[in-house]
């Protein structure tokens, strides 16, 4: 028998179908965005810079602020390097970055809401466990003091999860839960903490490792609107990347597809997952970066195609889906196709916009900070398991 959870997930799948193939999507001719980069983020003090991917990176008093995060120092994964996890915490400060204090532990995969008293970092994970601690980082430019205080924690270990904040709620959506794949959606009133976190309706469809989220001004209100994602091989099913927009709206407390990610010229589809996702100018959300919806769902469906060539005593495909596995983390970055385009969706218009293709988007993991109409883009992988230490910066068009 099928459990109600399965049936509403192919339902909501069914009407992903029926809802079309893709949303069209303008080309702004006349937008040109310059950027620039920034000095790179430091290594730890007994390692060279080498970036990190999955980071904590916000910004309080107008300090850019990057904490946690993990790479291979000592030699890449290809040759069997030992992932690193890291709790340095940086600022950027006008003589360059300044290492300012630590996590209480090691970190990354968790999400980083910016507040008004600070950034907060939530969940994640490192080598040993993932856990549901959330703690605030708050920083006195005048004094170049930080204070890294605890938040209640999540109701349970969460990591590869997105975060977003308005007006003083910060929302969570996603991620592992308890290790498995899940459509938790959870708020946290930071005027009420000692109501600790809320546990609202889950979002439908597939569960949504590694997506997006961003909160703005829709016409129906404020609303979080969360993308990308993906549902791994779960009881020996297909994995899942999802290709649309979901929308909660917080005053009916219920879910929506807004719409659909607009596809690349030739149809394929895009995906978000590991991508980034900013609020600009309050009622827009920019949408950046993060794997190639193609190459990403090959790698991760091979093992239940390999294993069902197996079962069928298929040795040519057997071979071939071997060979692939084998080869997949050796090809050049160029391979991996990950996504260059700024894509804009205006809440109000429901319409996509095109800002361009800028090869400083081409990264999954990365940390997205927007202040005003600068937009920052921290670290991220290249490739699997190549992290990159730049850091850039572009001035968005405020039209």
């Known amino acids: 028998m099928y459990n109600k959870q399965q049936i509403t997930g192919w339902l909501f799948l069914l009407l992903l179908c029926v809802a079309g193939c893709g949303q069209p999507v303008s080309k702004k001719e006349d937008t040109m965005i310059n950027w620039t980069k920034l000095p790179d983020l430091p290594g730890a003090a007994?390692?060279?810079?080498?970036?990190?991917?999955?980071?904590?990176?916000?910004?309080?008093?107008?300090?850019?602020?990057?904490?946690?995060?993990?790479?291979?120092?000592?030699?890449?994964v290809t040759e069997g390097g030992a992932k690193r996890y890291y709790s340095e915490i940086f600022a950027l400060l006008p003589d360059g970055w300044k290492e300012i204090g630590r996590l209480p532990r090691p970190a990354a995969y968790g999400a980083t809401v910016s507040t008004p008293e600070g950034i907060v970092c939530i969940?994640?994970?490192?080598?040993?466990?993932?856990?549901?601690?959330?703690?605030?980082?708050?920083?006195?430019?005048?004094?170049?003091?930080?204070?890294?205080?605890?938040?209640?924690?999540?109701?349970?270990?969460?990591?590869?999860?997105?975060?977003?904040?308005?007006?003083?709620?910060?929302?969570?959506?996603?991620?592992?839960?308890?290790?498995?794949?899940?459509?938790?959606?959870?708020?946290?009133?930071?005027?009420?903490?000692?109501?600790?976190?809320?546990?609202l309706p889950d979002f439908p469809g597939a569960a949504r490792v590694q997506p997006v989220l961003a909160a703005g001004e829709s016409p129906q209100g404020t609303c979080v609107y969360l993308a990308g994602g993906f549902q791994p091989i779960r009881n020996e099913e297909e994995p899942?990347?999802?290709?649309?927009?979901?929308?909660?709206?917080?005053?009916?407390?219920?879910?929506?597809?807004?719409?659909?990610?607009?596809?690349?010229?030739?149809g394929a589809n895009r995906t978000l997952t590991g991508g980034c996702a900013v609020t600009f100018q309050t009622d827009k959300i920019l949408f950046m970066g993060g794997v190639n919806y193609d190459c990403f769902l090959a790698a991760i469906a091979r093992p239940i195609h390999l294993a069902k060539a197996e079962a069928a005593q298929d040795p040519a495909a057997v071979t071939r889906l071997r060979a692939e596995a084998e080869a997949y983390m050796h090809h050049p970055v160029e391979w991996y196709r990950f996504n260059t385009a700024l894509l804009q969706y205006d809440l109000s218009a429901k319409a996509w916009s095109d800002l361009g293709e800028y090869e400083q988007l081409a990264r999954a993991g990365a940390g997205a900070v927007i202040q005003g109409n600068r937009l920052t883009i921290i670290n991220g992988e290249l490739k699997p398991g190549i992290r990159t230490p730049q850091v850039n910066q572009a001035i968005l068009p405020q039209k």
Request: hydrophobic fraction near 35%.
């Open 46 to 76: 007994d390692t060279v810079s080498l970036g990190v991917s999955a980071p904590f990176a916000g910004v309080h008093n107008e300090t850019l602020i990057v904490a946690g995060g993990c790479n291979f120092p000592d030699k890449p």
């Open 240 to 266: 899942i990347v999802p290709t649309d927009v979901l929308a909660f709206d917080p005053a009916t407390s219920t879910w929506r597809q807004e719409t659909l990610l607009p596809p690349f010229k030739d």
């Open 123 to 199: 969940g994640g994970n490192n080598s040993d466990s993932s856990w549901g601690d959330v703690c605030r980082i708050s920083y006195n430019p005048a004094k170049g003091e930080v204070t890294v205080c605890a938040l209640p924690s999540l109701p349970s270990p969460m990591d590869n999860l997105s975060a977003a904040f308005t007006g003083q709620e910060i929302y969570v959506a996603g991620g592992n839960e308890n290790g498995q794949p899940c459509h938790t959606f959870l708020r946290l009133t930071l005027a009420r903490l000692e109501k600790g976190w809320e546990q």
